[in-house]
T-cell receptor
C-alpha cells in the first residue's frame, strides 16, 4: 500500500533554533517527493521538489534531503523564525505526469516560540 | 507559478443545502484538481476537473454529491450537494502543468466550509 509517514506529529522549538522533520514513504513506483508548507487557513505552498536522482535541495533556510534507497526524506529548517510556524507536508508522486495522484503525509505541525 | 483564487473563502451552511465553490487561475493550466482536507487530516483528492467533459472522480466520491464543471483552461467549480455536517472541511483547488514549472502543483487558498 502506498503510504507516506511523517514524524514527529508536532514540534515546538524556540525562535532561532534549527529543526529536522522526517518523512518515510512506501510509494512505488516513485517519481518525485515534495515538501509543502501550509499556514493555518491557507493552501499548501511548495518548498522543494526532488526526483529520484536528487539527494538534496535548498530553498532559503529550508533544506530537503532524499535517500531513495531507504525511502526517507528530511526537511531541515535553519535559524527558525516565528513565521515558520505551520504544518509541513511531505508528498510523494507515484507517476511522472501530473495526474494529481499525490500521496500525502499527515503533516508535522511546527510551532516556533519567541 | 500560478496564482489561484477561490470563492468563497469560507461559508457556514445549513444541512441539506448546496454550495458552489469557484476556482480561478491567472493563466491557462493543463490540469485542475479538487481536494478535501478534513479537520486535522491531510489532503484527499476528490476529482480531476476535465475541460469540456465530465470530471474524473476518485474512489469514494461521486458526481451526484460533488458535481464539477470546467468550462475553460482557467476556471472550475465544485458543488457540494445536499450537505451534512460530515462535509465540513476545507476544499482546495489545485493546478498543474503551468509552463516551466510543469512538475509543480499549486494550491489555492482553500474554502473553509462549516455545515450546521
Amino acid at each position: 500500500k502506498n503510504q507516506v509517514e511523517q514524524s514527529p506529529q508536532s514540534l515546538i522549538i524556540l525562535e532561532g533554533k534549527n529543526c529536522t522533520l522526517q518523512c518515510n514513504y512506501t510509494v512505488s513506483p516513485f517519481s518525485n517527493l515534495r515538501w509543502y508548507k501550509q499556514d493555518t487557513g491557507r493552501g499548501p505552498v511548495s518548498l522543494t521538489i526532488m526526483t529520484f536522482s536528487e539527494n538534496t535541495k535548498s530553498n532559503g533556510r529550508y533544506t530537503a534531503t532524499l535517500d531513495a534507497d531507504t525511502k526517507q526524506s528530511s526537511l531541515h529548517i535553519t535559524a527558525s523564525q516565528l513565521s515558520d510556524s505551520a504544518s509541513y507536508i511531505c508528498v510523494v508522486s507515484a507517476t511522472s505526469s501530473n495526474t494529481g495522484k499525490l500521496i500525502f503525509g499527515q503533516g508535522t505541525t511546527l510551532q516556533v516560540k519567541p | 507559478s500560478a496564482v489561484i483564487s477561490q470563492k468563497p473563502s469560507r461559508d457556514i451552511c445549513q444541512r441539506g443545502t448546496s454550495l458552489t465553490i469557484q476556482c480561478q487561475v491567472d493563466s491557462q493550466v493543463t490540469m485542475m484538481f479538487w481536494y478535501r482536507q478534513q479537520p486535522g487530516q491531510s489532503l484527499t483528492l476528490i476529482a480531476t476537473a476535465n475541460q469540456g467533459s465530465e470530471a474524473t472522480y476518485e474512489s469514494g466520491f461521486v458526481i451526484d454529491k460533488f458535481p464539477i464543471s470546467r468550462p475553460n483552461l482557467t476556471f472550475s467549480t465544485l458543488t457540494v450537494s445536499n450537505m451534512s455536517p460530515e462535509d465540513s472541511s476545507i476544499y482546495l483547488c489545485s493546478v498543474a502543468g503551468t509552463g516551466i514549472s510543469y512538475n509543480e502543483q499549486f494550491f489555492g487558498p482553500g474554502t473553509r466550509l462549516t455545515v450546521l
